[in-house]
């Protein structure tokens, strides 16, 4: 760290004045899963369902992330590990404002997302795997990135080219297979 840098965290209005404040405890809920498994569909949902019980929320998803902060990073492996760096200290200074962020990022690999787990702290980072059969996911193809990859258009697409590693231990397995919307959100108010 340059020397220049002066961290001024204890001269700031303290997360849990912010929390006093905001009458809430903040967290990250990390969205994993498939392309198409209903990462964003739920976060956004449940947003608008926290925000109407008056809770301070924050989503943050590729498209507000890629297309801003993010935006001159790529796809590679490197690229894809600072995506999700950035991603999560953005989220650990929503958190330290006392908000509820919602992260909805397929987030492949167990190194990735413990990545983001330790820049935002074990305590606070609730894992939820959207866990969608790919096959729906496919078949929902909501972007028509499937279609783009099973042509070969694009390459290490997650679930054709290029793996996705399932959460061992998530604080919340989401099989949205069998259930609607509304369900799913039920199920992560849980964590809230
Ligand atoms: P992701 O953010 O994971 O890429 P999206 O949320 O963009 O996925 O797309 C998921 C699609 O699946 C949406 O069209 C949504 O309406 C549909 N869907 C059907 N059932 C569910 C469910 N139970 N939970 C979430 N999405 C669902």
Redesign the pocket.
């Known amino acids: 760290m340059s020397e220049n840098i002066h961290p001024i965290f204890d001269r700031l209005v303290t997360r849990e004045e912010q929390e006093r404040l905001l009458n809430q405890k903040g967290k990250v809920l990390w969205f994993t899963?498939?392309?198409?498994?209903?990462?964003?569909?739920?976060a956004e949902a449940l947003e608008r369902q926290l925000y109407n019980n008056g809770y301070f929320v924050k989503v943050l998803d590729g498209d507000n992330i890629r297309s801003g902060i993010n935006k001159n990073l790529g796809f590679s492996l490197e690229d894809r590990k600072e995506n999700i760096r950035r991603i999560a200290e953005v989220a650990k200074l929503f958190l330290d404002s006392g908000a509820i962020v919602l992260c909805?990022f397929v987030s492949p690999t167990i190194e990735i997302r413990n990545l983001a787990r330790k820049i935002i702290g074990t305590e606070d980072f609730k894992e939820v795997y959207?866990d969608t059969p790919l096959e729906i996911c496919e078949s929902?193809d909501?972007k028509g990135l499937y279609k783009k990859a099973r042509a070969g258009e694009i390459k290490g697409f997650t679930g054709i080219d290029s793996p996705f590693e399932a959460p061992k231990a998530p604080a919340l397995r989401l099989l949205?297979e069998n259930?609607?919307?509304a369900?799913?959100v039920l199920e992560a108010t849980k964590l809230i």
């Open positions: 899963g498939l392309s198409g498994s209903g990462k964003s569909t739920i909805s959207v929902r909501v949205t259930k609607n919307v369900e799913c």
